[in-house]
Nanobody, 124 residues
Framework: QVQLVESGGGLVQSGGSLRLSCVAS????????VGWFRQAPGKEREFVIG????????SFADSSKGRFTISRDNTKNTVYLQMNSLKPEDTAVYYC?????????????????WGQGTQVTVSS
């Protein structure tokens, strides 16, 4: 029903910036809440930040709240994650996920569609 494709990951130095993109197909992204998650080796999947179908953003992680910004462009059917002041602890595979109209939530199990992930590596 919905296919999500992430891009924009890569290797950056500490303090650098990256912009991740999540492009959706199959259904209009405007009707879905979208969340960004990350997972480091040996760690559980962690909610980073999300955006509602109406455009409101939600962030619960103190480690990234002031450094990461989420936005969406429904015309392009794309959600972006702007990451600034990156730290080595941000190193992980980043996934975008979508769920039908509703609030942004933290639990990965409540999201219906997932992208393949994109690797972000931050060197010291």
């Amino acid at each position: 029903q919905v296919q999500l494709v992430e891009s924009g990951g890569g290797l950056v130095q500490s303090g650098g910036s990256l912009r991740l993109s999540c492009v959706a197909s199959g259904r209009p992204m405007s009707s879905y809440a979208v969340g960004w998650f990350r997972q480091a080796p040996g760690k559980e999947r962690e909610f980073v930040i999300g955006i509602s179908w109406s455009g409101g953003s939600t962030s619960f992680a103190d480690s990234s709240k002031g450094r990461f910004t989420i936005s969406r462009d429904n015309t392009k059917n794309t959600v972006y994650l702007q990451m600034n002041s990156l730290k080595p602890e941000d190193t992980a595979v980043y996934y975008c996920a979508a769920r039908p109209q509703g609030p942004v939530v933290l639990a990965p199990s409540l999201y219906d569609y997932w992208g393949q992930g994109t690797q972000v590596t931050v060197s010291s």
